[in-house]
């Protein structure tokens, strides 16, 4: 397309090797299919790549600049996707006008992403660890304190929260052990005076996941996981469910 030959920012998406998600690198270019060939030869985690241009032309080397930073720090910050880029990109300091220009072009890009079923960028829930609301859910099994959100993709664990330090013999070898130990690699949950404690929000495909990372041993997150009133969330999401199949 002609359209690769202009400025454009570009992000490669791919399978993480453990399989425990996507890993995903932001750049900007003006020439992509040279950029491509490029990366085809010096990396091999992409399957996908998305490019994001204008119609106009009227994109700048600033801006790309610009935008390539924006959404390289926000694929950081989420935390859905792990980041292949080494740094933060360049932000320069840019005047107020280009500044609106890119946050209009961010915002429009992270909704044509989304659409195309690339979250990167997306918050794991608008619900946060201070919001005061009937749909926090507790896990407060084994002497844990947790508190997260049941959404669409699978359950939140707030940042914040506390699991258990130490794992049962029988978990050593689960998968979800494993996710335990990724989530440590990757700085996102860590180990302080005893407690396993949340760094940031961590999205899990599924509420078992979630507390068993949180206590340390299989367990079955559909009870474990209660609201303010005792409810579990079996009872919350399930049953009604049940009742009308």
């Given at each position: 397309m002609r359209e690769s030959e202009q400025l454009a920012l570009y992000f490669l998406v791919g399978e993480r090797d453990d399989g425990l998600g996507k890993r995903?690198?932001?750049?900007q270019s003006g020439d992509i299919r040279k950029r491509l060939?490029?990366?085809?030869?010096?990396?091999?985690?992409?399957?996908?790549?998305?490019?994001?241009?204008?119609?106009?032309?009227?994109?700048?080397?600033?801006?790309?600049?610009?935008?390539?930073?924006?959404f390289i720090q926000e694929a950081k910050r989420v935390g859905r996707y792990e980041a292949e880029?080494?740094?933060?990109?360049?932000?320069?300091?840019?005047?107020?006008?280009?500044?609106?220009?890119?946050?209009?072009?961010?915002e429009t890009g992270r909704a044509l992403?989304?659409?195309?079923?690339?979250?990167?960028?997306?918050?794991?829930t608008k619900l946060t660890s201070d919001t005061s609301s009937k749909d926090i859910l507790f896990c407060r099994r084994s002497g844990t304190s947790a508190q997260g959100a049941y959404t669409d993709e699978g359950l939140v664990v707030f940042k914040g929260s506390m699991g258990k330090a130490e794992i049962?013999?029988?978990?050593?070898?689960?998968?979800?052990?494993?996710?335990?130990?990724?989530l440590l690699r990757q700085g996102k949950v860590m180990l302080e005076d005893g407690l396993l404690i949340f760094k940031?929000?961590?999205?899990?495909?599924?509420?078992?996941?979630?507390?068993?990372?949180?206590?340390?041993?299989?367990?079955?997150?559909?009870?474990?996981?209660?609201?303010?009133?005792?409810?579990?969330?079996?009872d919350l999401k399930r049953k009604d469910a049940e009742l009308v199949d």
């Open positions: 995903l690198y932001v750049g060939a490029a990366h085809n030869k010096e990396k091999d985690f992409w399957e996908k790549v998305l490019v994001l241009t204008t119609r106009t032309e009227s994109l700048t080397s600033t801006h790309a600049l610009y935008l390539e930073s924006l880029n080494a740094n933060e990109g360049m932000r320069s300091h840019i005047p107020p006008p280009l500044v609106a220009d890119c946050l209009e072009i961010f992403l989304a659409c195309l079923g690339h979250l990167a960028f997306e918050p794991l049962g013999k029988g978990f050593q070898g689960h998968a979800f052990a494993r996710l335990r130990s990724e940031e929000d961590v999205l899990f495909s599924s509420p078992s996941g979630a507390s068993a990372v949180v206590c340390g041993a299989a367990c079955n997150g559909w009870l474990d996981w209660k609201d303010a009133a005792g409810q579990t969330l079996h």
